[in-house]
């Protein structure tokens, strides 16, 4: 545990490598310098007090933030510069801060306009769809319903689904457990923690530190606008005051 750059497990190289990012929202220079990385497989949990930059940094890798300065590599790409629509394409699912998805129209719709934003072709868009139901069975019996019907859980599974049918490799994760009930909150970790266990990195952006604790592999915390600490879960989770000392003000 130290501010240096985390030691993971080192059989995989890095499937999203970010080095060294200064991102801006017009002249305000928010990331001043972030680096982290998520090797296949591994649930890396994002931490920091309100405004610290966590969700810009999310949207820096998804190309919607300025990025002036450092490196955003994945899977052998180069992202800097690269449009939202592609990152997409190329694997990346995003399930944003704000549940953002089609309230007026159907799962099923939902859906498919995900895949279609992914470039998912056509013959494939149905396994796609399948893969998503894998994960949320409990969408099966819901997919003619209309998006803004289904309870905040049932939404946020929406939202994950999507993400799920873009990010075949990674997906970027924002606040997803806000506002739900605990045992659905917990659900959700859980089932984000399976999705990682096969095969996929999720670098998961979360306010309750200490279920993102006991689901990560690696914790990264940053304040200002920079990496100022990092770990591996377990050696945190053996320290209780380890995270207070950076989430406290
Ligand atoms: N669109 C924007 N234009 C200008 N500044 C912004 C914009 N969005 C965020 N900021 C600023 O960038 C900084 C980082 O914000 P960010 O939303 O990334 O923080 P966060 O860590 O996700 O916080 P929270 O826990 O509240 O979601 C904050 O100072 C915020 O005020
Ligand atoms: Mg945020």
């Known amino acids: 545990m130290s501010a240096a750059a985390p030691q993971g497990a080192p059989e995989h190289p890095p499937l999203l490598d970010v080095e060294d990012v200064h991102g801006y929202y017009g002249l305000a220079h928010v990331l001043q310098g972030v680096s982290l990385s998520v090797r296949p497989g591994e649930l890396v949990a994002l931490l920091g007090r309100n405004g610290a930059g966590k969700t810009t940094t999310v949207k820096a890798v998804m190309g919607m ?8 590599r994945f899977s052998g790409h180069d992202f800097v510069g690269l449009p939202t629509e592609r990152v997409a394409q190329l694997g990346v699912g995003y399930v944003p ?5 089609f309230p007026g129209m159907t799962v099923r719709e939902n859906f498919r ?3 279609l934003g992914a470039r998912v072709r056509k013959a494939e868009q149905q396994a796609a769809q399948d893969r ?9 019996d819901h997919l003619d319903r209309v998006a803004s019907r289904l309870s905040g859980g049932q939404q946020q599974m929406v939202a994950v689904g999507r993400a799920l049918i873009c990010g075949r490799k990674l997906l970027l994760v924002d606040e997803v457990t ?3 009930a605990p045992n659905i909150a917990t659900e959700m970790g859980r089932t984000l923690r399976r999705v990682a266990d096969e095969g996929r990195g999720v670098l998961l952006v979360e306010q309750n530190s ?6 990560a592999d690696r914790v990264y915390v940053l304040d200002q606008g920079v990496v100022v600490a990092s770990g591996e879960a377990a050696q945190i989770r053996s320290d209780p005051t380890w995270l207070e000392q950076f989430l406290t003000l």
Not at 210 to 215: F, N, V
């Open 65 to 72: 933030v300025a990025v002036r300065a450092g490196q955003i």
């Open 97 to 101: 801060e704000d549940r953002r998805m």
């Open 113 to 115: 306009l995900a895949a």
């Open 132 to 140: 998503a139901l894998q994960v949320f069975p409990q969408l099966t």
């Open 178 to 180: 806000q506002g739900l």
């Open 210 to 215: 200490q279920m993102a604790l006991e689901l």
